[in-house]
């Protein structure tokens, strides 16, 4: 079964705007990572967050963590064309279990 | 520098035929992974190496998937008879041992007929 829930399941927005995704697991972890995954193509690793952290950032990215309510999020600023594609997040050490998915639509 | 590479990228076949589906590691990695991915059930893991030694194929859905390393950088996934319901995206990925971050190959798209 899915450990990770994601929503929205979907997301339309326009290029130059915010897009926040949201990731809720069920179990303890150690880290939790988030992956992005064009259309027709493998998954591709954006960032890991640790359990003892809070917040990471990396270039547009920024991920939250919050594990009193088991829940991370993902928030692209300035979005472009470019990040329309499908965001998964994913928790486990090499047995990963990843979530349901948020499909990010950037219109220009 | 290469990334996971996985062949064919396609493939139609019929119910009851073998599927041989491939895959080469990253230089240097030394774990490597399988999965699923469909639109009912998502990503799956179905098995997964570390220095060619299978460590958890509790994923592999019956006993007509198997899956092998020959050598360190190779593997192979086969399904035997294929039937329909196997049809999906499947993927591999590679790392360190020791490592969080997988890297995916493209995909083979398969079709059971």
């Known amino acids: 079964s899915q450990q ?5 399941q979907a997301l339309s927005i326009q290029e130059g705007e915010n897009a926040t995704m949201n990731c809720s697991y069920k179990t303890s972890i150690n880290n939790l990572q988030w992956y992005r995954q064009n259309s027709g193509r493998g998954l591709v690793h954006l960032i890991l967050i640790r359990s003892n ?6 270039g547009r990215l920024r991920v939250t963590l919050d594990t009193s309510k088991k829940s991370s999020s993902l928030l692209i600023t300035a979005s472009r064309a470019a990040d329309t594609a499908s965001y998964f997040c994913a928790t486990g050490f090499q047995k990963l279990v990843f979530g349901t998915g948020t499909r990010l639509l950037v219109s220009p | 520098d290469a990334g996971v590479i996985q062949s064919p990228r396609h493939e139609v076949t019929e119910m009851g035929q073998e599927v041989t589906l491939r ?3 990253i230089s240097g990695h030394n774990s490597l992974f399988w999965y699923r991915q469909t639109m009912m059930r998502g990503l799956e893991l ?5 220095n060619n030694v299978p460590i958890d194929d ?7 998937f198997s899956a092998k390393m020959p050598n360190a ?4 996934l086969k399904i035997q008879p294929s039937e329909p319901r196997d049809s999906a995206v ?3 990925a590679s790392s360190f041992q020791g490592h969080e971050t997988q890297y995916f190959g493209p ?3 398969l079709l059971v007929l």
């Open chain 2, 46 to 50: 179905l098995i997964y190496f570390n």
């Open chain 2, 23 to 25: 895959c080469k590691l």
């Open chain 2, 58 to 64: 509790s994923g592999m859905p019956e006993d007509r």
């Open chain 1, 53 to 58: 952290e809070r917040e990471k950032h990396s």
């Open chain 2, 73 to 76: 950088s190779f593997s192979t």
């Open chain 2, 107 to 109: 995909g083979t798209r």
């Open chain 2, 90 to 92: 499947y993927f591999c």
């Open chain 1, 4 to 8: 990770g829930e994601e929503d929205p």
